[in-house]
């Protein structure tokens, strides 16, 4: 099994940048997708972006332009480089892993979850 660990979430004034480290440990090797997610007070989590093992990556187009995914060459560590934040970025930022390992049962790992606030 995999376990994540998010950190670099804190308060910033709009405007200003921050970055987000998902570390993962465990079953490592067997991680093929890798997703930052967020959810708002009242909102629906949604995805902000995502990266996989092959390095394809997908962002939410509120992101688009403002937001990097980005990852190690050991597949540890996935970042998030949150550029010109806007107070709509505020949310409990998730990194989320999904695993195929070779027993082709695959299973998604969460983090606890790290808080970003954007003042206005």
């Known amino acids: 099994q995999v376990q994540l660990v998010e950190s670099g979430g804190g308060l910033v004034q709009a405007g200003g940048s921050l970055r987000l480290s998902c570390v993962a440990s465990g079953s490592v090797v067997s991680i093929y997708y890798v997703g930052w997610y967020r959810q708002a007070p009242g909102e629906q989590r949604e995805l902000v972006a995502s990266?996989?093992?092959?390095?394809?990556?997908n962002y939410a187009d509120s992101v688009k332009g403002r937001f990097t995914i980005s990852r190690d060459d050991a597949q540890i560590t996935v970042d998030l480089q949150m550029n010109s934040l806007k107070p709509e970025d505020t949310a409990v930022y998730y990194c989320?892993?999904?695993?195929?390992?070779?027993?082709?049962?695959?299973?998604?790992?969460w983090g606890q979850g790290t808080q970003v606030t954007v003042s206005s």
């Open positions: 989320a892993a999904e695993t195929m390992p070779d027993s082709g049962i695959t299973s998604w790992y």
């Open positions: 990266i996989t093992r092959g390095g394809t990556t």
